[in-house]
């Protein structure tokens, strides 16, 4: 219908793709939903340039939808686009540049992820302030990144530095809260430390199973943490 009266170039039309592909990606028909970003993107550099601002969101979708499928090659590349969109129009891209670090980091190009993170310390910090939400996850990227380096230390500092941000951020009891404690805790794990570590997933637990459920998958892999640990106590009844 759109087509019929707006013509076959429109936002609406564009729009209407985006849709589209989000529904496919909710059914979970991925090759669907990415063809169809595919075509919103197409359509929105047709109407309004390849430098429009509008195009940022579609190609952080379809950057996103990559991630989730572990092509995260493709999802780099849509996050480029992203940053020349920004820089030619004289927007922040330290955002953007977080999410390419991260992608490294899934790729286990630990190096790279790390030396882009480190760099993005300070320009993170001074734009957005040492209290906010863009700081506290970049340090937590951080953090894994020197937990894959074995700097247990390091990175328990950084953890702990997320801690306060994330609970004036979302409040003390958050999935984010929970996501902080589940850290520390596998890094304590790492150390050997394990009453610690206990201590820290069981926390987790907690939380998890308010904002989760019992059944839910992020309460199930702080089960499952737990169990690991008790096993190496030989408390095999819990």
């Keep these: 219908i759109f087509e019929k009266v707006l013509g076959e170039k429109h936002e609406y039309i564009a729009t209407t793709f985006n849709n589209i592909a989000y529904t496919y990606e909710k059914m979970g028909d991925y090759p669907n939903a990415i063809n169809y970003y595919k075509k919103a993107i197409g359509m929105e550099e047709t109407i309004k340039g390849k430098s429009s601002v509008d195009l940022v969101i579609t190609y952080e979708s379809l950057a996103a939808l990559y991630n989730n499928l572990e092509k995260y090659s493709e999802g780099i590349e849509c996050y480029n686009r992203i940053l020349e969109i920004k820089e030619a129009n004289k927007e922040s891209t330290l955002v953007t540049q977080i999410n390419i670090a991260a992608s490294y980091f899934y790729m286990e190009e630990t190096q790279k992820a790390f030396e882009m993170f480190q760099s993005l310390l300070e320009p993170v910090k001074k734009e957005y302030g040492p209290q906010s939400k863009n700081y506290a996850s970049l340090i937590i990227f951080l953090g894994q990144v020197y937990v894959n380096l ?12 997320s801690m306060p941000i994330y609970e004036k951020e979302y409040g003390a009891e958050s999935s984010e809260i929970a996501m902080v404690y589940n850290n520390i805790g596998q890094v304590y794990s790492s150390m050997g430390i394990l009453d610690k570590a206990i201590e820290f997933h069981l926390k987790a637990l907690s939380l998890r199973e308010k904002a989760d459920g019992k059944m839910g998958e992020n309460t199930a892999q702080s089960q499952y943490n737990l169990g690991s640990l008790y096993i190496n106590k030989k408390d095999y009844l819990k």
């Design 150 to 161: 074995s700097e247990f230390n390091k990175a328990l500092v950084l953890y702990q530095e």
